[in-house]
């Protein structure tokens, strides 16, 4: 058992963009910061075999997943100058239209942030124990597959 | 020996659950096999196992209480 | 003269969150989209031979600034799969901790989204006409040098 | 013949204007060599030039009402 406390990074729901704001907001005191680096994640209305997709809803391995990321967080900040490093993922259902992931870095200079940022948002997609079911109008489904 | 089997995303579908209690499982490849004839469809799916949240490759053994989990192919963010 | 229509990127000022925010929101309609990426430049309160900077003045020879964004926004449209492209750059005094640049691009898969605002950051950052005065608390100031 | 000088950045603080106004230059060589000599700091000055909101490089004649800008290294962003 590791006894490294786990930062959470699941939310229920949507990303509200006022969320997003605030958390801009709250970087302005480090003014070592010269360059922040985000990447949302939207949920789109694919048409698939004529039907519309409607929202996605998110499930997790959390007990892996909260691990694994703190293990990705640490590797990013081993690798890249940052000053700093955020990252949410909804669970539950999320609306076409809707922000489904929030990662934001930040550095001195916009190289590491941009850099890390684009890492994370592929390690995450990749090594996240976290599924996404493509909910249609008609009330079914399919599992979503990451490119 | 009890397991507890985590199912996640489609498996869980297969399955009809996404928790199952299974008894008598030395190591993850008896484990899979007792399931993979339970749920044919199951067998033809792709999956990666973990034991204990360690993800594995090949058999491993499995203490008494571990917790096996079949994860269908990532698909976050 | 060319005629068409020029957007305006400047904006007095610092760039607020909650600008940002609107922007992001305003996304929510455009379903087809998958990924944004942010980049937001920041003023940092450097310390240059014992004296802090306390804020940036930006001035720009908007004639030729707003034409060449244009160039830069037409080449990036055809370079990458993008949705929408936005670009903000504050003009006059922006203090340390506070945005001077808002780099924004949306796509269907993120992708062109990460790699068109990268691009678009090197490129507004080395091809306009713009500078930036760094203040210092005693009322000096030096020019600044991009990296 | 008349020419409109826009100075930017630290150029406007060598020479002291943001816009200069001046007679006769037939071309930017012309130009150049008389505010060198007026503003010798500007000499050693890194900047590139632009007519009627053009970038040039080399010698450019400069019909009636050109504007000339004088652009020091870009620090945008």
């Keep these: ?23 801009i907001q709250k970087h302005s005191s480090k003014t070592g910061i010269g360059g922040h680096s985000i990447f949302l994640g939207q949920v789109r209305a694919d048409e698939i075999k ?13 007990e892996m997943a909260l691990p694994k990321m703190h293990e990705i967080r640490e590797a990013i900040f081993e690798k890249y100058e940052l000053t700093c490093m955020h990252v949410y993922h909804s669970l539950g259902k999320v ?18 942030a941009i850099e890390a940022c684009a890492e994370l948002v592929e ?18 489904h399919q599992w979503k597959l990451n490119q | 020996m009890k397991t507890r089997v985590l199912l996640f995303g489609q498996l ?15 190591d993850t490849a ?3 096999s007792i399931l993979h004839e339970q749920f044919p469809v199951l067998a033809q799916s792709k999956y990666v196992v973990a034991v204990n949240q360690e993800m594995i490759s090949g058999n491993k053994n499995l203490p008494e209480n571990s ?5 269908p192919p990532f698909s976050g963010g």
Tied chains: 1, 3.
């Design chain 1, 50 to 62: 004529g039907k519309k997709v409607t929202a996605i809803e998110y499930t997790s391995y959390e």
């Design chain 2, 30 to 32: 008896a484990l899979l």
């Design chain 1, 95 to 112: 609306q076409a239209g809707e922000i489904c992931l929030f990662v934001f870095t930040s550095a001195p200079h916009r190289k590491a």
């Design chain 1, 1 to 23: 058992m590791k006894e490294v406390k786990l930062k959470n990074i699941f939310v229920q729901g949507a990303i509200a963009a006022s969320f997003i704001a605030d958390s």
């Design chain 2, 12 to 26: 869980a579908e297969i399955t009809g659950s996404k928790e199952l209690e299974m008894e008598g499982c030395a």
């Design chain 1, 123 to 140: 390690r995450i997609k990749a090594e996240l124990p976290v599924w996404g079911a493509e909910l249609f109008e008609d009330n079914t």
């Design chain 2, 67 to 71: 917790i096996v989990a079949l994860l």
